[in-house]
């Protein structure tokens, strides 16, 4: 103490790198031996050092200590969903721009399918720093609203904007299988509409026809529109029996 009582302790934080920031302190007076140096720029690199100071001046300052404030990141941006494959979203985004001093180690991405969201984990940690993931085991046709958030060592960070998708896929079969009435040269058969739709409107069916129940299959050239349920096959060939299988089709299963 060099002979005169220590009346209070300064801790100084001098940042390193560029751009030259300026030094931080705080001063301890009373109680605990600590204080909390505020103002600081995560992510840089400090040196803190204390002085005390008595009656007669001020001490050399100790040893440097190298400390990096931290915090958790801020909010991914720019997510964009895709849609292409049957009970899946495909999602990207950028990473924060405040990484909160610390690499970003994970995302959490959570779901929620009514209008006022209540979120659940879709995936609680991607454990990864890459920006794509893939949500799978969805139902085609479900709005799902969606948001990321980073995860660094510090915790999980601020979640981004909602964004909204839907899954899609290719069309249910036909509800009833098709049944027809022959003609000359021909065959009038009749259909039901699939229960599901795969997430996306039907576009038309597609029709075949085989004189054998294992094929093979001839695809009828005229394309059926979605809203019809029946059609007239023609060209087909007298006192043959032939056999019929419809399709649904929409814009997934193009």
């Known amino acids: 103490t060099g002979g005169s009582p220590v009346t209070r302790y300064t801790a100084t934080a001098t940042a390193s790198g560029t751009p030259a920031l300026p030094a931080r302190t705080c001063t301890w007076n009373t109680g605990d031996l600590n204080c909390t140096i505020g103002e600081l720029t995560n992510g840089r690199t400090y040196a803190v050092t204390l002085s005390a100071p008595n009656a007669f001046g001020t001490s050399v300052a100790s040893a440097p200590v190298n400390v990096i404030p ?70 085609n ?26 899954p899609r896929g290719a069309p249910g079969a036909p509800t009833a299988a098709p049944t027809g009435n022959g003609s000359n040269a021909s065959a009038f058969i009749t259909w039901s509409t699939p229960q599901k739709n795969g997430g996306a409107p039907i576009t038309d069916y597609e029709i075949e026809w085989a004189t054998n129940s294992a094929g093979p299959w001839t695809l009828v050239t005229n394309q059926v529109a979605s809203s019809a349920t029946a059609a007239t096959i023609t060209g087909l060939t007298n006192g043959t029996a032939h056999y019929f299988r419809v399709r649904a089709v929409n814009v997934v299963d193009r």
Request: proline letters at 4%; aromatic letters at 4%.
């Open 70 to 139: 931290k915090t958790t990141p801020g909010a991914p941006t720019a997510i964009t969903a895709t849609t292409n494959s049957s009970g899946q979203i495909a999602l990207s985004w950028s990473a924060p721009v405040n990484t909160g001093g610390a690499n970003i180690t994970g995302y959490k991405i959570e779901r929620s399918t009514v209008a006022v969201p209540v979120w659940s984990n879709a995936i609680a940690n991607t454990a990864s720093a890459a920006t794509t993931a893939t949500l799978t085991g969805l139902d």
């Open 141 to 166: 046709g479900t709005l799902y609203n969606l948001r990321i958030t980073a995860i660094n060592e510090v915790g999980d960070g601020v979640a981004s904007e909602v964004i909204s998708a839907t």
